[in-house]
């Protein structure tokens, strides 16, 4: 009869591939704030988070659903939605840091996504993250020219919503 087991199992949320722990130990030995930006299948999610010995803190955080308070009509899952969610995020985390590392997790670092438009509106509300300008979107991505001329416009209107209430 077997004393020992033969194999021995990693952490349950390493092996479901949800945390890449090397990663997040770099980014906790940083000391600074993260920004961690999460797309699902219906919508964008925005949080600054702050590290504590008994656990996370949420510092700010957004969801692209409350966009509809501010008048978008348009998907919850665009870029210009994900841009006008850390817009939001940046506004509300800028009252109480002022910097920030980008955490995006197990996505793929790709140049130009929704991820990274997401860390662009966080970096227009004020917020000092160190990111490359190549990774970030053009402007008219941004903004939903490649959507339609609607999108630009409701984009440039829930834009100015969301300044003029500061968050």
């Known amino acids: 009869m077997a004393e020992k087991a033969t194999t021995k199992l990693g952490f349950a949320r390493r092996r479901k591939k949800k945390t890449n722990y090397a990663k997040r130990l770099a980014m906790v030995k940083s000391g600074k704030p ?13 949080q600054v988070i702050t590290y504590s010995k008994t656990g996370d803190t949420t510092v700010a955080s957004a969801v692209s659903k409350e966009l509809a308070k501010y008048g978008w009509k348009n998907s919850q899952k665009n870029m210009p939605a994900a841009y006008l969610t850390g817009l939001i995020c940046g506004l509300r985390a800028t009252k109480k840091i002022n910097e920030a590392i980008t955490d995006i997790g197990l996505h793929s670092p790709i140049h130009g996504s929704r991820v990274f438009a997401a860390v ?17 979107p053009k402007e008219d991505r941004l903004k939903g020219k490649h959507i339609s001329e609607e999108t630009v416009k409701n984009f440039e209107e829930t834009k100015e919503k969301i300044l003029k209430k500061g968050e």
């Open 120 to 136: 662009k509106g966080a970096i227009d509300a004020g917020l000092k993250i160190n990111v490359d300008e190549i990774a970030l």
């Open 34 to 46: 993260r920004l961690a930006v999460r797309k699902t299948n219906t919508s964008v999610n925005v």
